[in-house]
């Protein structure tokens, strides 16, 4: 069955051709009335730092698992989860779970998740889960472990995300799940992930102590799911946070290895049943897990652009990321998954745009061969279409590196671009009816026209160029 693309679902990622917005016009612009999403964590800050305040005193007593002020927190997050607009699942916001501490088997203690959701526009999209523990350790020796950092902090990014996303829905459905018992050992995340989630989850995003740090803010998880990596690439620096990537390689024996966090927070219930996570969390620091993890030392302006780097992160997710499970790539599709820039191939017009891009510029200099092999799948094929001086039609058929050959630099200024353009898809598969211009400088008078007929492949994290034909005694 072939099906026109529906290419409004696209329309969002910024950098599309003037071609490509000309076209886009036609469709619904879903992305209209999306707010900045920067502006709004601004706007909502003075409304978080309450949160934070408030979840980390004394009155919540730690806001350990099973006990009072742990349910005062919870109640607390279900309003915040009401008042946001977000939908309540199947048996209401707060869902219940029991578990046997393995310090003493002799107890059972009940914990509760607050979990809630926004529906996303495409319900093929499947869903992204936002997580982040809101239980503590509580109360020892007389002194109150507020864990402001660890980890009201999370709990209050989960809300003003979700504040945001109500506002400006996403093609994703977003859950947000503010988990219990991870204190305890990933207890709720645990239970979570066991009671399932209709839909497909495509990603688990998991916020644990993103409230203090001098610039450090890590992105763990890209070593088990490379896929996500150039999502996270693409994310601008935001005040002092600087991101980076790391704390997810297995240790090996006898060799000094960074600290794994893969199991050491909820991401770990996702990452045991291989749901993609990312993990965003900052260096342990002299407060974790002692009774100075207070409010008054966390840093403000780190904590809120936190949120907008998490959010921007979300945001990048969602764009890029489709509603089938991934397609394990070859070892070379793995490097060149990994090196992709990520708006060249999260949507159609964004890898479009690039295989016009790396062909095109001054004379002098060369075309862009190794931006193009990450569009490229590494068996993908060119063909060129001509006919011989008999005038016999003839077909010749190379790799990309036999097209670029020596690639050698441009005598004369080369730019090309679309000028219109024919999609349609079936499944993973689309084909573009790509024609374009050619000049001798940017946005010169067009010396030549063509089409490039171009096969597309998605598999369920990027697109792929799986081969190209044109035909050069046409036009
Ligand atoms: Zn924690």
Redesign the pocket.
Known sequence: MIISLRRFEWACRAGVSGAAIVSLSLGVGGCAGRSDPDAFVASDSTRAMEELRFLSSDSLEGRRTGEPGNAMARDFIVAAFRDAGLQAPEGGFVQPFEFTPRRDTTRVIQGANVVGYAPGTDPAAGAMVLTA?FDHVGVRDGEVYNGAD??ASGTVALMSIARYVVKSPLRHSVVFAALDG??MGLQGARAFVAAGWPGNIVVNVNM??VARSDSLLFASGTYHYPQLRPFLQSIERRGPVVLRFGHDQPEVEGVEGEDDWTNS?DQGAFHAVGIPFVYFGVEDHEDYHRPTDDFERIDPAFFINAIRTVLAGVLAFDEGLGGVPSVAGTESGEVARQQARAEDVATIDGIIKAYYDVVSGPAGESADMERDRTLHHPAAWVAIANVDSAGKPVVNVMTLDGYYGDNAPRAEGFWEWETDRVTQRSGNMVHVWSSYATAREQGGEPYARGVNSITLFYDGERWWVMGWMFDGSAG
Do not use: G, W
């Open positions: 523990h660890d980890n991870e204190e644990d102590m927070s």
